[in-house]
C-alpha cells in the first residue's frame, strides 16, 4: 500500500488524543500494556471483582487572583443487559463545587478518543483542576507526572465529569460475545455512555443542571450522537457541546482515490512550513486555503496522465510546504503525512509528529527514506500521562482499583466495529445538525490546531460550509488555535480555549 493509503487507514482506525497511536502491543499504554490477544480472556472465566466504591475527597487550590475549593468524587457506574447481566465498569473523576445551585450550575461530560483511550488527555492536559506540563520538543517519557494546579480549568463554570469508556483507564468489560462486541462499536459505545450520563445525573441529583458534552478527536465525532441518543432515549436535554480536533466524518478515505485526503491537508503543512520562520495565524493561510478548495483540487481529479495538471500542481505545492521541489514532483504534488513529516526536518534527520507537525524528534533510523518512528507527541507523552492519572487516583482521589490503568487500549482500536455498510460511512455532521434543528438554545463549538494532519481544520471547515446559510449554521462556529491535535498543550492556545467556552456557558 501507498504511504498515503496507509496514512487514511491510520486515519480511520484513529482519530486520536486522543487520538489514534500506532496499533501495536506497545501502544497499550506504557503501564503494564497487554497484547491484543488478551481481549479475549475475558471471555472465560469468573467475574472480576468490582471496582471501588465511589470515594469523594475535598480539595482547595491556590490559582492566579482566586483559590478553587472543589469536591471530587471518584467511582463505578455499572451497566447492565438483559436479564440485569453485567456489561461494564465505568470509572469516572467527577469534580463539583460544592453548595452550588443546582439549577444553574452547568455539569460537563468529558471524552476523548482513539476508540481506546482513557478521558486523562482532556483531564490533566486541558480542563481539569490539575495538570502536567505536555507540550514541546522536550516533552518525553521521562518528563515529570507531577500534577500541578491548572490555572486554565474549566471549574470556575462548570463542574466536569471525566468517563472513561469500557476498557480504557480503569474501566473493565464484565460482558462476553456479542454483548461485548457490542460495547466496542460506534453504536454500542454511544448507547453505553449515554447510559453512564443519564445514572451519574440521576446517582448525583444534576437531571436540572444545563448539561454539555465535551469531546477531542473520535470522542469529538462521538458527542454529536451522544447528544441525540440522551434526547431521544435517555431524557436529557444537552445545552451545548465543545468537539475538539473532531473527526465528524470517518467516510470518504479510500486508498484508491480520494482527493480531499491531499486537499484538507494542504493548509496544515503550509502552516508548519511557515512555522518554521515565525508565528502563524489561520489568517496567514488564506492563499493555501484557496488555492487548495479550488486549482489544487480540480488539478488532483484531472489525474496523473495529465502532465500540464501535475506540473502544476507539484509547483505550488512546493511552494506552500517547502519541500525540494524534486522530491514533490516526484510525488506528482501529492504528498501524504509520512512523506511530509520525514522531509520537513530532513536536513537536521528529525521526524515530525502526525499529532503537531511542528513538534519533531531525532530519526532512530535516518539512513531509511520513510523510517517508521513512535509518533514523538503521542508516545513521547504516554508515559507521564499514564503516571499522572495514576498518582491523582492513589494520593488526591484514594481511589485505588487492584487492576492495571489503561492510558490506550490497543484491543479496543484493533476490534472496533464502525458499523460501516458500503452506503453508510459513519459521520456525525447529521447528529449535530439535527441537534441543533430541534433545541434553538443549544449551540455547538468547534476547535482545531494549525498543525493537526490526523483531523485537520480543513476539513471540518469544508463539512460546515456544506451547512446552508440559517440559523443552524449560525450556532455551529469553527475556531483554530496554533497548535497541533492536542493544540491545548500550547499555553497562550489553551487559555484561549477557557475563554471560548467559558463564553459559550454564558451564552454570548
Known sequence: ?????????????????????????????????APPSAAKSDDAGPEPARLPSDVTTHHAIDLPGRTLRFDATAGVIRLTGESNAPRADLAFIAYQLPGAERVRRPVTFAFNGGPGFSSAWLNIGAVGPWRIPLGGDAAGPSSSPEPMANAETWLDFTDLVFIDPAG???????????????????????????????????????????????????????????????????????????????????????????PFYHVTRLPSMAAAA?????????????????YAATDYLLDVTRGERDADAVA???????????????????????????????????????????????????????????????????????????????????????WRPDSDYRLQNAAVNHQWDYDTGLWNAPQSMSA??????????????????????????????LLLDQVP??????????????????????DASRAALRDEVARLFAGS
Open 312 to 398: 502544476r500542481r507539484s509547483a505550488r505545492v512546493a511552494e506552500f510546504t517547502s519541500l525540494d521541489p524534486v522530491l514533490v514532483r516526484r510525488y506528482h504534488g501529492l504528498i501524504s503525512n509520512t512523506v511530509f513529516l520525514h522531509e520537513l526536518d530532513r536536513a537536521r534527520n528529525r521526524v515530525g509528529s502526525i499529532y503537531d507537525a511542528t513538534i519533531t524528534s531525532a530519526d532512530p533510523f535516518p539512513l531509511d527514506t520513510l523510517s517508521s518512528t513512535p509518533d514523538p507527541v503521542l508516545e513521547g507523552l504516554k508515559a507521564p500521562v499514564s503516571s499522572a492519572m495514576v498518582e491523582i487516583y492513589r494520593t488526591r482521589l484514594n
Open 274 to 290: 511557515r512555522a518554521a520562520k515565525g508565528p502563524v495565524t489561520r489568517a496567514d493561510l488564506a492563499d493555501v486555503e484557496r
Open 432 to 461: 449535530m445538525r439535527t441537534t441543533l434543528a430541534l433545541d434553538p438554545r443549544a449551540s455547538a463549538l468547534i476547535v482545531h490546531g494549525l498543525f493537526d494532519l490526523i483531523t485537520p481544520y480543513f476539513g471540518t471547515q
Open 1 to 33: 500500500m501507498s504511504s498515503s493509503g496507509i496514512d487514511r487507514r491510520r486515519a480511520l482506525s484513529l482519530a486520536g488524543l486522543a487520538l489514534v497511536g500506532s496499533a501495536t502491543a506497545a501502544d497499550a499504554q506504557g503501564r503494564n500494556p
Open 168 to 258: 480504557t483507564g480503569y474501566s473493565r468489560v464484565l460482558a462476553r460475545d456479542e454483548a461485548r462486541r457490542r460495547l466496542w462499536s460506534v453504536a454500542g459505545d454511544i448507547e453505553s455512555l449515554a447510559v453512564a450520563i443519564r445514572r451519574w445525573l440521576d446517582r448525583f441529583d444534576r437531571d436540572v443542571s444545563p448539561k454539555y458534552l465535551l469531546g477531542e478527536s473520535y470522542g469529538g465525532f462521538r458527542v454529536p450522537r451522544l447528544a441525540r441518543e440522551l434526547a431521544a432515549n435517555q431524557g436529557t436535554g444537552i445545552s451545548g457541546m465543545v468537539l475538539i480536533s473532531p473527526a465528524l466524518d470517518l467516510g470518504g478515505r479510500s486508498s484508491a482515490f480520494d
Open 469 to 490: 446559510e440559517s440559523d443552524v449554521a449560525v450556532r455551529m462556529r469553527l475556531s483554530v488555535h496554533s497548535g497541533g491535535h492536542m493544540f491545548y498543550t500550547n
